[in-house]
T-cell receptor, first 117, second 111 residues
Framework: DAGVIQSPRHEVTEMGQEVTLRCKPI?????LFWYRQTMMRGLELLIY????????DSGMPEDRFSAKMPNASFSTLKIQPSEPRDSAVYFC???????????????FGSGTQLSVL | QKEVEQDPGPLSVPEGAIVSLNCTYS??????FMWYRQYSRKGPELLMY????GNKEDGRFTAQVDKSSKYISLFIRDSQPSDSATYLC???????????FGPGTRLSVLP
């Protein structure tokens, strides 16, 4: 299995521009999570989906952030307009339904390093 | 007070040393405790997990949970340069519930 695939690996953009991050979860996993990691705040959960349906988006910082999961194999996280404080590493992770895998085992992608100038 | 706190890093030790990494937490409802290892420019990967209090051993790694003190530890014996990474603790209230991650401790094992 190729694991969780994220693109792009790096994104440099200017303030005010739209940014779209992409994620392909592991086939067969029905939970998908978006996290953000910074030195100051650590790893923060932004939103997660179950069977393509958003379950909890309380971690999404502002209306500038939106996430979609149109099908079981693809999700996007969009920031519009982007701001310098959005600079962080954004991780996508997936896992199987409870009881079908090791407890708590999230599989993370390699992340997207976002820099907003 | 943050919900989960970890000892500040970075921590540098010589190869072969015993390493102790620790987390404290404030939510007494946490029952599931995990340690993730994150190499530079990679996503975290699950290293160990435990349920409730007690110890769990896996090779050179031992995870301890003391719920009465709201304190968890990860011990690494005979540390190797390949153990150099950031270690994050994570915990949740119930099976399948979302995790709260600690900020992480960066470990460097020097050859």
């Amino acid at each position: 299995d190729a694991g969780v695939i994220q693109s792009p690996r790096h994104e440099v953009t200017e303030m005010g521009q739209e940014v779209t991050l992409r994620c392909k979860p592991i086939s067969g996993h029905d939970y998908l999570f978006w996290y953000r990691q910074t030195m100051m705040r650590g790893l923060e959960l932004l939103i997660y989906f179950n069977n393509n349906v958003p379950i909890d988006d309380s971690g999404m910082p502002e209306d500038r952030f939106s996430a979609k999961m149109p099908n079981a194999s693809f999700s996007t996280l969009k920031i519009q307009p982007s701001e310098p404080r959005d600079s962080a590493v954004y991780f996508c992770a997936s896992r199987k339904t409870m009881g079908q895998g090791p407890l708590g085992k999230l599989f993370f992608g390699s992340g997207t390093q976002l820099s907003v100038l | 007070q943050k919900e989960v706190e970890q000892d500040p890093g970075p921590l540098s030790v010589p190869e072969g040393a015993i390493v102790s990494l620790n987390c404290t937490y404030s939510n007494s409802a946490f029952q599931y405790f995990m340690w993730y290892r994150q190499y530079s420019r990679k996503g975290p990967e699950l290293l160990m997990y435990t349920y409730s209090s007690g110890n769990k051993e896996d090779g050179r790694f031992t995870a301890q949970v003391d719920k009465s003190s709201k304190y968890i530890s990860l011990f690494i014996r005979d540390s190797q340069p390949s153990d150099s990474a950031t270690y994050l603790c994570a915990m949740s209230e119930g099976y399948g519930q979302n995790f709260v991650f600690g900020p992480g401790t960066r470990l460097s094992v020097l050859p």
